[in-house]
């Protein structure tokens, strides 16, 4: 039986491909329940799974079967239309390779998943602002993505990724193109401005010393999620 606040529910979740003309399973009946104001780690090697769960999560792939469900809504149910608009309003991504536009600016790229889910330019720019003052871009706005560090241009992911509000920030390898140093500083902030919004944090990763930071531990092995302890 499901906690009464859980906001992630996922229940029975299962998804294959088709490789090398035999189905390959990925995931296999995977049950999870994230509490409000949680974070996550999913740990496991190249090619295990976190990838694919991730997108599960936020609808950008589509499961065998099972439930899906954030804030009381199934995402299984929706049509692919629903559920970009869904993702677009309510999931927050910070990736391995940055993702950043290319031809936007540093404002710009932080700015736009609120005004794609409607907030008035001046407002979105605003809290777009705090968010790269936040995060030690402030002064940085009006650069292009290709005049910043790796380690920079990750920082702007992260303000990106909170900028709209979302309920959950899914996070796929955040330092995995990083230094150590520099990937050290990136996750600390990552977790501190998560948790100081009040966010949920899920994140794949394979670095444990990343893992460590969160609440809950949860190794991918074999298509199952393993609960491991979470700080020492």
Same mark, same amino acid.
């Given at each position: 039986?499901?906690?009464?606040?859980?906001?992630?529910?996922?229940?029975?979740?299962?998804?294959?491909?088709?490789?090398?003309?035999?189905?390959?399973?990925?995931?296999?009946?995977?049950?999870?329940?994230?509490?409000?104001?949680?974070?996550?780690?999913?740990?496991?090697?190249?090619?295990?799974? /976190?990838?694919?769960?991730?997108?599960?999560?936020?609808?950008?792939?589509?499961?065998?079967?099972?439930?899906?469900?954030?804030?009381?809504?199934?995402?299984?149910?929706?049509?692919?239309?629903?559920?970009?608009?869904? *993702?677009?309003?309510?999931?927050?991504?910070?990736?391995?390779?940055?993702?950043?536009?290319?031809?936007?600016?540093?404002?710009?790229?932080?700015?736009?998943?609120?005004?794609?889910?409607?907030?008035?330019? /001046?407002?979105?720019? !605003?809290?777009? *602002?705090?968010?790269?003052?936040?995060?030690?871009?402030?002064?940085?706005?009006?650069?292009?993505?290709? *005049?910043?560090?790796?380690?920079?241009?990750?920082?702007?992911?992260?303000?990106?990724?909170?900028?709209?509000?979302?309920?959950?920030?899914?996070?796929?390898?955040?330092?995995?193109?990083?230094?150590?140093?520099?990937?050290?500083?990136?996750?600390?902030?990552?977790?501190?401005?998560?948790?100081?919004?009040? /966010?949920?944090?899920?994140? !794949?990763?394979?670095?444990?010393?990343?893992?460590?930071?969160?609440?809950?531990?949860? *190794?991918?092995?074999?298509? /199952?999620?393993?609960?491991?302890?979470?700080?020492?």
């Amino acid at each position: 039986m499901s906690a009464p606040h859980s906001l992630l529910r996922i229940h029975n979740l299962s998804k294959s491909y088709q490789e090398a003309g035999q189905r390959r399973s990925i995931l296999r009946q995977v049950d999870l329940e994230i509490q409000p104001g949680e974070f996550v780690a999913l740990l496991g090697s190249s090619g295990s799974g /976190k990838s694919t769960f991730l997108n599960l999560i936020s609808g950008i792939d589509l499961a065998d079967e099972g439930e899906i469900w954030l804030q009381g809504q199934n995402l299984v149910a929706m049509s692919e239309a629903e559920r970009t608009l869904f *993702r677009r309003n309510h999931i927050g991504f910070v990736f391995q390779f940055f993702n950043l536009l290319p031809t936007l600016t540093v404002l710009e790229n932080v700015t736009l998943p609120a005004e794609l889910r409607g907030t008035p330019l /001046k407002l979105a720019q !605003a809290r777009a *602002r705090e968010l790269l003052g936040q995060v030690g871009l402030a002064g940085r706005e009006g650069a292009f993505p290709d *005049r910043l560090s790796g380690g920079e241009q990750q920082r702007v992911a992260i303000a990106r990724a909170l900028s709209h509000d979302p309920l959950l920030v899914l996070a796929d390898e955040p330092t995995g193109n990083l230094d150590e140093e520099t990937g050290s500083h990136i996750m600390a902030l990552l977790e501190q401005l998560t948790r100081q919004a009040g /966010k949920n944090l899920v994140m !794949a990763t394979h670095n444990l010393d990343n893992a460590r930071l969160a609440d809950r531990i949860l *190794r991918m092995h074999d298509g /199952k999620l393993v609960s491991e302890p979470a700080r020492p």
